[in-house]
């Protein structure tokens, strides 16, 4: 079944094979009509707190370790610590395995978090629905997730990535989108909150309204998160300068699994794709941690086993809006070029809040001296892909550059979230789906072709050309001997 939907996106869609190519861009004409970009009241439902003492809240997990069969599962409890304890097992209500974890706490100005529990849960089973339970008495929470299949060169699995996210009635859509997806692990690409938004006290609030409001997603699957310059959390007018100082707190990551020194920057593998999770906003250029690792890690990528490789960063490389524009310049003349190397498939990001795709460009001939002066069309180079379009109070970024740069492919300033569906070691399908008052609708669909399998088939067929030639020439030779 899954084949059959798959043959029928090729053939329903034209366009489909040109995503390779390099056409004339196409900025969306669509315009969204007026929706105030501000964040649900406080004593909205989805903030509301689960019923009982010390119950736990704000519950969301993250892969665990390098291959996927491995969760860190979160939690907050506000009356008092409790025991970060985790009971699970594969039968609905029936807890063999416990799993113990670390709890944490800080402060915030004057705010004092709840006490905040993380719990790896490891040597799990591949492709198995387990079922968890945290809590006592009649306080206790029930939950479920699925581990990945076993890593694989043509295992299908289905991502949805969000960026960009916040907390306002758009948030809201672009969730409930999402969960309506049947994707089964989100990219996220950085912006939690904008708890950074407020002031004071309500900084921390609105981080535990936002765990409270995401939870219905985060509990059941894991999301892959990187850092946003909404999470760098820099505030001196309140004393507070530590950097990421309440995303490290609540939001751990398994960066050690990837010989990372920093939870700023790590790589997990999934299914069939490696996916490296960078930090626009930590120190990147030569000599420092994250460009050593980086280095090392693109080198240990084997795409025989994981052929899909992405990469995903806040602030994006290439994008034609007015805003934030080039702010992503410093990483791109660093890295692009190592991308390129290794055929990265797709760069995600977010930051500017509206989606946009681009053609497979790059900049990499470019120097002040000579080469190439703009960006040109290189069949090596990722796709990147915009989605900082969650639903933030910060609302669309709406002033485009014109006339549309060659690099973009698509452009629209609307709300929305992606899905990417891999089908095989070759081919996957993406889409991207607007939050149209209230409905959801697919606005982009293209094929993606995985670079490193295109160009192996690629060479196979002239390595096949060029042996035709020589048994051509070899058998002309014979004759004329």
Aim: aromatic content about 16%; proline content about 5%; charged content about 20%.
């Amino acid at each position: 079944m899954q084949l059959l939907l798959f043959q029928l996106v090729l053939t329903s869609f034209v366009f489909l094979d040109s995503v390779d190519n390099v056409n004339a861009g196409i900025t969306s004409s669509y315009l969204r009509k007026e929706y105030p970009a501000v964040d649900m009241p406080v004593d909205h439902e989805v903030f509301a707190a689960p019923k009982g003492y010390n119950a736990p809240q704000q519950v969301h997990m993250t892969q665990g370790n390098y291959d996927g069969n491995a969760v860190i599962i979160s939690w907050v409890t506000v009356d008092e610590p409790g025991l970060s304890k985790l009971q699970y097992g594969t039968s609905d209500k029936k807890y063999k395995f416990t799993a113990q974890g670390k709890m944490t706490n800080y402060t915030f100005y004057e705010y004092k978090s709840g006490y905040i529990h993380h719990v790896l849960v490891d040597g799990l089973k591949f492709d198995t629905k387990y079922y968890y339970k945290i809590g006592n008495g009649d306080s206790a929470r029930e939950f479920w997730f699925r581990t990945p299949p076993m890593i694989g060169p043509d295992v299908p699995y289905k991502f949805g990535i969000i960026g960009d996210l916040g907390q306002t009635f758009n948030s809201l859509s672009t969730l409930e989108h999402y969960m309506e997806s049947g994707a089964e692990c989100v990219l996220f690409l950085g912006d939690f909150s904008y708890a950074d938004e407020y002031e004071y006290n309500d900084v921390g609030l609105r981080w535990d309204t936002f765990g409270r409001f995401a939870e219905r997603s985060m509990a059941y699957q894991p999301w892959i998160w990187i850092i946003g310059n909404h999470e760098i959390d820099y505030l001196p007018y309140m004393n507070e300068v530590t950097l990421f100082k309440t995303y490290f707190q609540r939001y751990p990551t398994p960066h050690l699994a990837s010989k990372s020194s920093s939870p700023d920057f790590y790589s997990v593998r999934r299914a069939s794709a490696h996916i490296i999770a960078l930090s626009s906003y930590s120190p990147f250029v030569k000599y420092t941690p994250q460009y050593i690792w980086l280095s090392e890690e693109l080198e240990r990528v084997d795409r025989t086993k994981t052929p899909w490789l992405f990469v995903l960063l806040h602030s994006p490389m290439y994008s034609s809006y007015k805003t934030h524009f080039m702010e992503g310049e410093g990483m791109r003349v660093v890295f692009e070029e190592w991308f390129v190397k290794h055929k990265v498939d797709v760069v995600f990001s977010g930051h500017v809040h509206a989606y946009e795709r681009s053609h497979r460009f790059s900049n990499i001939r470019y120097n002040v001296s000579s080469g190439e002066r703009y960006p040109a069309p290189d069949e090596s180079a990722p796709i990147y892909i915009t989605v900082g379009d969650g639903g933030n109070l910060e609302g669309l970024a709406d002033t485009l550059i014109e006339p549309q740069p060659d690099y973009s492919a698509f452009r629209e300033p609307s709300y929305g979230h992606s899905t990417l569906e891999i089908m095989n070691r070759t081919h996957a399908l993406y889409t991207w789906h607007r939050n149209d008052e209230g409905k959801k609708v697919p606005v982009e669909s293209f094929v993606l072709h995985n670079q490193y399998w295109k160009s192996k088939v690629q060479k196979r067929k002239l390595g096949k050309q060029n042996l035709g030639v020589l048994q051509q020439s070899a058998s002309k030779g014979k004759k004329m001997t």
